[in-house]
């Protein structure tokens, strides 16, 4: 149901905006699925996000949970609300390419759930599904570690890592795909201050990294730049 037509231009605007990692990871992700646009070639991408917020900022977004049905309660051996030859099923069945939005949110369950289900559901129209991870369909998992991890009541840190997904047996299937230049940052910025905000920006992912202040029981003083 989409404007084929309009999402084509779209994608060649794009495509021209892109920076030389942007247009890095774009290629990689495109020969995983063999197309060089899906949307506009009738191809379905779904599009979800793990909060609400962040869904909504996205061209069709739905909540991880609202999309694949996913139990609230959830733990190791859990699996989707999915019932194979479901409409939803036949939808994950046709579907080209599922980009999840803010996954490091997310407790590692929650992509399990979903890899076992779709090996389930994917088996009956191809057998080979089952020993695929996510059952052969690509999925592009987006998001920062530096920022929110999965939130567990009372947990430690060591329960908090143990919870986020490369802590998953999927992870050793993950194509690692890093975005190093802060667009934010350099978007409508002038020639004579891109060293301010190039020093900037490497100084944030030094606060990210925990590679600023000398840490005591667990506290760190960081100056702040002028």
Same mark, same amino acid.
């Given at each position: /149901?989409?404007?084929?037509?309009?999402?084509?231009?779209?994608?060649?605007?794009?495509?021209?905006?892109?920076?030389?990692?942007?247009?890095?990871?774009?290629?990689?992700?495109?020969?995983?699925? %063999?197309? !060089?646009?899906?949307?506009?070639?009738?191809?379905?991408?779904?599009?979800?996000?793990?909060?609400?917020?962040?869904?909504?900022?996205?061209?069709?977004?739905?909540?991880?949970?609202?999309?694949?049905?996913?139990?609230?309660?959830? $733990?190791?051996?859990?699996?989707?609300?999915?019932?194979?030859?479901? %409409?939803? !099923?036949?939808?994950?069945?046709?579907?080209?390419?599922?980009?999840?939005? @803010?996954?490091? /949110? +997310? &407790?590692?369950?929650? *992509?399990?759930?979903?890899?076992?289900?779709?090996?389930?559901?994917?088996?009956?129209? &191809?057998?080979?599904?089952?020993? /695929?991870?996510?059952?052969?369909?690509?999925?592009?998992?987006?998001?920062?570690?530096?920022?929110?991890?999965?939130?567990?009541?009372?947990?430690?840190?060591?329960?908090? +890592?143990?919870?986020?997904?490369?802590?998953?047996?999927?992870?050793?299937?993950? &194509?690692?795909?890093?975005?190093? #230049? $802060? /667009?934010?940052?350099?978007?409508?910025?002038?020639?004579?201050?891109?060293?301010?905000? #190039?020093? *900037?920006? @490497?100084?944030?992912? #030094?606060?990210?990294?925990?590679?600023?202040?000398?840490? +005591?029981?667990?506290?760190?003083?960081?100056?702040?730049?002028?």
């Amino acid at each position: /149901m989409y404007d084929r037509f309009a999402l084509e231009e779209e994608h060649k605007r794009l495509i021209n905006s892109l920076t030389d990692e942007q247009k890095a990871v774009y290629d990689k992700i495109v020969s995983a699925v %063999t197309a !060089a646009s899906i949307r506009s070639k009738a191809g379905i991408v779904l599009n979800v996000a793990s909060s609400g917020i962040a869904s909504l900022l996205l061209p069709g977004g739905r909540t991880a949970h609202s999309r694949f049905r996913i139990p609230i309660q959830i $733990n190791e051996d859990s699996t989707c609300n999915i019932r194979p030859k479901s %409409t939803i !099923a036949e939808l994950l069945s046709k579907t080209k390419l599922i980009i999840w939005d @803010e996954a490091p /949110m +997310v &407790h590692r369950f929650c *992509f399990e759930a979903l890899d076992r289900t779709l090996r389930d559901v994917l088996r009956i129209s &191809h057998t080979s599904c089952v020993d /695929m991870p996510f059952g052969g369909k690509v999925v592009v998992l987006g998001g920062d570690f530096r920022q929110i991890l999965p939130v567990i009541p009372h947990g430690s840190t060591q329960d908090i +890592v143990h919870a986020t997904i490369n802590s998953s047996h999927l992870w050793s299937h993950c &194509h690692l795909l890093t975005l190093t #230049k $802060n /667009m934010r940052l350099n978007s409508g910025s002038s020639a004579h201050n891109l060293e301010e905000i #190039k020093e *900037f920006s @490497e100084w944030l992912v #030094k606060v990210g990294d925990d590679n600023l202040g000398d840490d +005591v029981d667990g506290e760190s003083i960081i100056t702040i730049p002028d």
